[in-house]
């Protein structure tokens, strides 16, 4: 998770090693990206997410074993949410980031997922995004009844 960046000075490295071990084990790596509050409100955004993304990919990163989700840190757990507008030009961002390390065909396939807050009236207009291809739910999914509804305002 991006919190684990700023709450407990994770770095990008480790983020790999463990997407690395991930895909080792035949798993799919979700590798989290995200600005601090304080990040954002100095408009280094992009360059924060840039810099997270491409030093944290693994080395055999492919669209079939490798997710990314985009998760602001100053929205995760707080009830704040990227507004749908902010949501879409990070993930375009990302990925035409991946597509100038890799191919636009890989870009293309590879998910980016939004998290931070997402709730049942939001999902809607999260998932509407050109660019965002799914949610990773928090706090939410310990709620049936909230998750569900996310699930459903999602489709």
């Not at 939001?122 to 310990?142: F, I």
């Amino acid at each position: 998770h991006s919190e684990r960046r700023a709450d407990h000075g994770e770095s990008s490295q480790e983020v790999r090693g463990k997407a690395d071990a991930a895909q080792a084990a035949g798993l799919t790596a979700i590798i989290c990206v995200g600005e601090t509050a304080a990040e954002r409100k100095a408009g280094q955004t992009l360059k924060v997410v840039g810099k997270q993304l491409t030093a944290s990919l693994a080395k055999g990163c492919t669209a079939k074993n490798t997710v990314v989700a985009y998760e602001p840190v100053w929205a995760i757990g707080t009830g704040k949410t990227a507004t749908s507008a902010q949501a879409q030009e990070v993930h375009a961002f990302i990925r035409n980031l991946l597509g100038d390390i890799f191919d636009e065909d890989t870009a293309q396939s590879v998910r980016i997922q939004y998290g931070g807050s997402v709730k049942p009236d939001n999902a809607r207009e999260l998932m509407g995004q050109a660019d965002v291809d799914g949610a990773l739910v928090g706090g939410a999914s310990l709620d049936v009844r909230n998750f569900s509804e996310i699930i459903l305002n999602s489709i």
